[in-house]
């Protein structure tokens, strides 16, 4: 029996178990990947305390700092069911069963899928959802960025450096990420936007070779070897199922990190928190992990 469990290493998660640890709380951390989100980040300038640091270099940071600590780590292990009996809490995941007294939910959340012909028959074969993992494989090559908000905007001036060219596809009339960042992709010659324009199919025979695409009622094909998809995410919260949500799915908490289940905590990207940044996620992880220690000392178990 555990005093608390976390779901989830990225930001929220990793500094709960460490505010968790420092008040000596029995603690395991179950996650599929360490870093989560930040993990894809490449340019980071608004992290207080570095003026620049790449994703994945304040993640390593982050799991040096955990790991600093006596915390039990279950990772690529994916949770499949929380759920309250009694006084105590079951997690499942794909590999066994544990107990706590206390939940902290940071599990954040992944990325949307366009649903066309191609996309999962070109999964990893040229199309991705990660421009800090895979951008390097495409140096010198065309690519397609999905999306035209700041994670499509992020992933492009990452590809602007490596690629070829790089052809940002929108389905609505303007991009919508940071003015900064939209000086910077709008000012490359590396780029091109194409704005009111719907992918529709993508194509290739052993590895991706280009995308269909409508625009102006009319449909192209557009030669790209990479296709990064970029059009939004969606929170991983199926898993718990009594917990109340809103309408896309985000678990709905208080400014305690309290949901509608006693004992079940939430902290990041997985909430209704407005912004989702990783700073805030951070911080977010931390009143978690307050909030669970103060839920332990006032309740008998």
């Not at 070897?225 to 709905?252: A, C, R």
């Amino acid at each position: 029996m555990f005093d608390l469990i976390i779901i989830g290493a990225g930001p929220a998660g990793i500094t709960a178990g460490v505010y968790a640890a420092r008040k000596k709380m029995q603690l395991l951390v179950i996650s599929r990947d360490i870093g989560g989100q930040a993990a894809w980040s490449s340019d980071i300038e608004n992290y207080t305390g570095f003026q620049f640091i790449s994703g994945p270099d304040l993640v390593a940071k982050f799991e040096e700092h955990m790991r600093k600590y006596d915390i039990t780590l279950k990772d690529n292990e994916t949770v499949t069911e929380v759920k309250k009996v009694n006084n105590a809490i079951s997690v499942t995941t794909d590999k066994s069963l544990y107990e706590a007294r206390s939940v902290i939910i940071a599990s954040g959340k992944r990325t949307k899928e366009l649903r066309v012909p191609g996309e999962k028959e070109f999964k990893n074969k040229g199309l991705t959802h990660c421009a800090t993992c895979d951008g390097p494989l495409f140096a010198g090559k065309e690519v397609a960025v999905i999306g035209g908000g700041n994670s499509a905007l992020d992933a492009a001036l990452q590809l602007i450096k490596i690629a070829k060219h790089v052809y940002i596809i929108n389905i609505t009339g303007s991009l919508s990420g940071d003015a900064i960042m939209l000086q910077k992709v709008g000012g490359s010659e590396t780029a091109t936007i194409l704005n009111n324009t719907q992918v529709t199919a993508i194509l290739g025979d052993k590895f991706v070779s280009g995308i269909k695409v409508k625009r102006e009622g009319r449909e192209e094909t557009l030669s790209v070897e990479g296709v990064f998809v970029e059009i939004g995410l969606i929170p991983n919260s199926e898993f718990v199922k009594d917990i109340e949500k809103n309408q896309i799915g985000e678990i709905k908490i208080n400014c305690r990190n309290e949901t509608n289940i006693p004992g079940i905590f939430a902290a990041g990207d997985v909430t209704d928190v407005p912004e989702k940044q990783i700073i805030i996620a951070a911080g977010e992880g931390s009143k978690a992990a307050l909030s669970v220690f103060r839920y332990l000392a006032q309740h008998k178990f």
